[in-house]
């Protein structure tokens, strides 16, 4: 302890950026024992945690990280996957800068202990130990149908196994992840580590149907009659549009479907990609990690150029510091103060540029918000092949939803009460269908405490 005094902050090694632009792996090495060991021996093991304050799952993380540097990896391992339904995962994903290390209180000046990154080496460490998650020997009588199967459904069927409740899971794509595995490239969180966790809830019994579209293949009152309850972990799919001229021209794209035609070309050499960026001028509208994910994304497919337009400062940019970092060391170039005022387009309607205005960011008002302040006059045009709209996304809100009695606020998003059950008592959902879209972590929690809540109502 206290050796944060003897040791500097050290984050985990990243891989060459010429030779991690060649393909889709993570860029970041998890940390060898030795390194796990001292960086986690810097945590002064503070009487009140504010590290503990700010993760959303309330991890036990002083103790993972006494137990670390105790070299007790046992331990460590249990205590982390504890609260959590997929550690490794989170150490690899979560924004830590925002939430965990932001607070943690060397982050005054020593710099804060790497977190998520111990978290990650716990998780592996483990797993090379032979370490499994724990669940249910004994599966009860009880059975919930998990709709979806991104971050929110896959922590739901985790805690629901781990109670002992059968789950059936459906899924309307190929494979199960979801966000994790559709939305966030490879060089951030591998195929393999979310594969890993499925196959695990395989194994203690969960029953997996992929291709499996509820609404379509399945009908929601079906299972509303066949199973104990339902969860709800259907994302939020629908992308928001900067409503502006000629958005629907050709060569405009979302986010989500460059993310994922890359990855199902990955996954599968005989997938025909629908968007080709090799050799062309790429322009990605947004700020977010989203953003960022399909800057490097599109700089890995061979983009001959990549601009990143951004209507704030990169003060004010929402994403991780981190991820910016990383696109610029990738070679992405960055547009700030730009605001899209319409689409460019050619006479067979492809997308030929994009008119910006120019912004500044107002003084920071009582709250210590700043604002976008548009330039009058200030248009000026980047000539684009291809666009890629990252401006975040909305609950989809589909009919399923009303024909079951699930409400919806004005903007589409599920509502709950406190246990995460909706308007039809046997129906529960969480992550971005109820909240929209935020982080794993907020889905993990959501799925979390869904599940809790359902295995108290039916195992009472
Ligand atoms: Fe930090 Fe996220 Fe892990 Fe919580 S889940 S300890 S916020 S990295």
């Not at 009140?48 to 993380?61: G, M």
Request: glycine fraction near 8%.
């Amino acid at each position: 302890m206290q050796n944060f005094l003897n040791y500097d902050r050290s984050e985990p090694q990243k891989r060459n950026v010429l030779k991690r632009l060649k393909d889709f792996n993570e860029i970041y090495e998890v940390f060898n024992k030795s390194k796990a060991q001292v960086q986690a021996d810097r945590c002064v093991q503070c009487g009140d945690p504010y590290c503990l304050n700010a993760c959303p799952l309330s991890n036990f993380i002083p103790q993972w990280l006494k137990k670390t540097s105790g070299k007790d990896i046992d331990f460590a391992f249990k205590i982390s996957n504890d609260t959590s339904p997929f550690p490794e995962i989170m150490g690899r994903v979560c924004p830590q800068d925002r939430l965990c290390e932001g607070d943690c209180t060397l982050n005054d000046g020593y710099g804060a202990i790497t977190i998520g990154s111990i978290e990650t080496f716990i998780s592996e460490e483990g797993f090379k130990k032979g370490l499994k998650p724990k669940f249910s020997t004994k599966l009860t009588d009880k059975r919930v149908a998990v709709i979806g199967s991104g971050p929110a459904s896959l922590s739901a069927a985790t805690f629901l196994l781990r109670s002992g409740i059968n789950v059936d899971m459906f899924e309307k794509d190929d494979r199960a992840g979801g966000l994790l595995t559709y939305g966030i490239p490879g060089f951030k969180l591998e195929k393999d580590v979310v594969k890993r966790r499925v196959d695990w809830l395989v194994e203690a019994g969960m029953n997996l149907h992929v291709n499996s579209d509820v609404g379509k293949d399945v009908l929601l009152e079906d299972l509303v009659s066949k199973y104990d309850a339902i969860f709800l972990g259907i994302g939020a799919t629908k992308w928001n549009k900067a409503r502006i001229e000629n958005e629907d021209a050709k060569n405009s794209y979302s986010a989500m479907e460059l993310l994922k035609d890359v990855q199902k070309g990955i996954f599968s050499d005989s997938y025909e990609k629908k968007i080709d960026v090799k050799g062309k001028n790429v322009v990605v509208i947004g700020g977010g990690d989203t953003a960022m994910d399909c800057v490097r994304t599109s700089i890995r497919e061979g983009a001959l150029s990549v601009t990143c337009a951004y209507r704030r400062d990169e003060e004010n940019m929402p994403g991780s510091k981190k991820e910016f970092v990383n696109a610029t060391e990738e070679g992405a170039e960055f547009s700030f103060n730009s605001s899209p005022k319409r689409i460019i387009t050619d006479e067979d309607g492809s997308v030929t540029g994009v008119e910006f205005l120019q912004t500044v960011m107002t003084e920071p008002d009582e709250s210590g918000r700043s604002s976008v302040k548009i330039i009058d006059g200030s248009e000026f045009i980047v000539q684009t092949d291809i666009l890629i709209m990252a401006l975040g996304f909305s609950p989809l809100n589909p009919e399923f939803l009303a024909k079951n009695s699930v409400k919806t606020d004005s903007r589409g998003k599920i509502e709950v009460n406190e246990a995460f059950q909706t308007s039809n008592e046997k129906i529960y959902a969480g992550g971005d269908c109820h909240r929209g879209a935020h982080l794993v972590v907020t889905a993990a929690l959501e799925g979390r405490e869904a599940a809790m809540a359902i295995s108290k109502k039916l195992l009472r």
